[in-house]
Each structure stands twice: as structure tokens, then as C-alpha cells.
T-cell receptor
Framework: DAKTTQPNSMESNEEEPVHLPCNHS???????IHWYRQLPSQGPEYVIH???SNVNNRMASLAIAEDRKSSTLILHRATLRDAAVYYC??????????FGKGTRLSVIA | NAGVMQNPRHLVRRRGQEARLRCSPM?????VYWYRQLPEEGLKFMVY????????ESGMPKERFSAEFPKEGPSILRIQQVVRGDSAAYFC?????????????FGPGTRLTVT
């Protein structure tokens, strides 16, 4: 049973911001929210993760709702290299990464 | 700081042979994970190891597959008597600490083809 819900696909124009949503209404207090992506023919790549507060790094920002039942990955300026499948994953304890279907992001030049 | 290294990058085996896949984690990382991606399918967790210990092997097939992460040297995923259905990309990842808190860094993968 999936713990997160993401749209199957999204499209963005190059150099525009992209907001990738993730719903996790059954999140527990100790679950961390992780985002990974997989570019075509490559291994997965860590993007960002957080617990309660919004997080920023050089790749993206993570906005977490106050009730933690949803979050949004923000790519500030999409490039062609950002075309990938993005996975939103909840982690607790020693549980491994469970990759769902993710959101396939297409970037249009 | 070198990333996660996997070798070989491509491996061809005949049915019935053994396949050994190696993974060297990032420096300072003592947690290693193996994942498998079958053609046109999603990534599936196989096993989680922490120096000399198997923490979680719930994703490992019950037969023919084994993994180890010795005190010295790389982690090894071993597949005995390979079958065509084992053809897949095998990815290794490592982290500094427990997966809930620490991000995992992935290697480039080993693409196994069984003929």
C-alpha cells in the first residue's frame, strides 16, 4: 500500500519554476520526507529531504505543509537536465527506500 | 571524495553461471543498500547491510542470492546459477547512517545480462 501519492506526469517549460506535489496523509510524527530522482538510463539521485521545516539546497527546495500531510518539491529554474522521474518517499526507522511510480517530469525547450 | 563505485558496469553470464557484483561505498559511509531494476519496471529494494551485518534482507529472493559487506573491502552481491529473469540493472547505494535521517548516494549500477 502506497504511503505517498504523486501525479503520474508533469510538464514544464525550460527556465521556469516547477512545483512537484506529494500527498502523504498517513505520515507519522517520525517519518522523514525524502525526494530522489532518476534520469533516463542512470541510477537514482538524491535531491532533498526534511522532517518538519522547509529545506533548501543547491538543487531544490522542499516545502512541507504545516500538518505534514503534503509536501512540494520546487525546482527554481527547470533545465533539460531536470527531465526525470521524481520520487517522494517517506522513511521511518530503518526502513529502506520504497520507490513508487513517481512523477515523470518533461521539460520543454 | 569519490562517489559510490560499482563494478563491473556490464556483466554477461550464461544461464547457470555465478554473478558477483561489487560495490565500494563513499568514504565514511558504513551503510550499504542494494536495489534491482528489472527492464521497464521500478526500483526494488533487495538488502541493507551495515559493516559485517545484514540489517534487512526482506527484498532478497530466498534462493540463489546473497550479500555481504565485510570489515575490509567492498560489498558483494552474489547470484548463483543465474537465470534469464535475473537480467536487470543492480544499483548499490551508501549512506553515513540510518536511512531515515541520512540521504543515500547511488552508484552507476551493474547491468547484468543472462544469455
Amino acid at each position: 500500500d502506497a504511503k505517498t501519492t504523486q501525479p503520474n506526469s508533469m510538464e514544464s517549460n525550460e527556465e521556469e519554476p516547477v512545483h512537484l506535489p506529494c500527498n502523504h496523509s498517513t505520515i507519522s510524527g517520525t517519518d522523514y520526507i525524502h525526494w530522489y530522482r532518476q534520469l533516463p538510463s542512470q541510477g537514482p539521485e538524491y535531491v532533498i529531504h526534511g522532517l518538519t521545516s522547509n529545506v533548501n539546497n543547491r538543487m531544490a527546495s522542499l516545502a512541507i505543509a504545516e500538518d505534514r500531510k503534503s509536501s512540494t518539491l520546487i525546482l527554481h529554474r527547470a533545465t533539460l537536465r531536470d527531465a526525470a522521474v521524481y520520487y517522494c518517499i517517506l522513511l521511518s526507522g530503518n526502513t529502506p527506500l520504497v520507490f513508487g511510480k513517481g512523477t515523470r517530469l518533461s521539460v520543454i525547450a | 571524495n569519490a562517489g559510490v563505485m560499482q563494478n563491473p558496469r556490464h556483466l554477461v553470464r550464461r544461464r547457470g553461471q555465478e554473478a558477483r557484483l561489487r560495490c565500494s561505498p563513499m568514504k565514511g559511509h558504513s551503510h550499504v543498500y542494494w536495489y534491482r531494476q528489472l527492464p521497464e519496471e521500478g526500483l526494488k529494494f533487495m538488502v541493507y547491510l551495515q559493516k559485517e551485518n545484514i540489517i534487512d534482507e526482506s527484498g532478497m529472493p530466498k534462493e540463489r542470492f546473497s550479500a555481504e559487506f565485510p570489515k575490509e573491502g567492498p560489498s558483494i552481491l552474489r547470484i548463483q546459477q543465474v537465470v534469464r529473469g535475473d537480467s536487470a540493472a543492480y544499483f548499490c547505494a551508501s549512506s553515513r547512517g540510518q536511512p531515515r535521517v541520512y540521504e543515500q548516494y547511488f552508484g552507476p549500477g551493474t547491468r547484468l545480462t543472462v544469455t
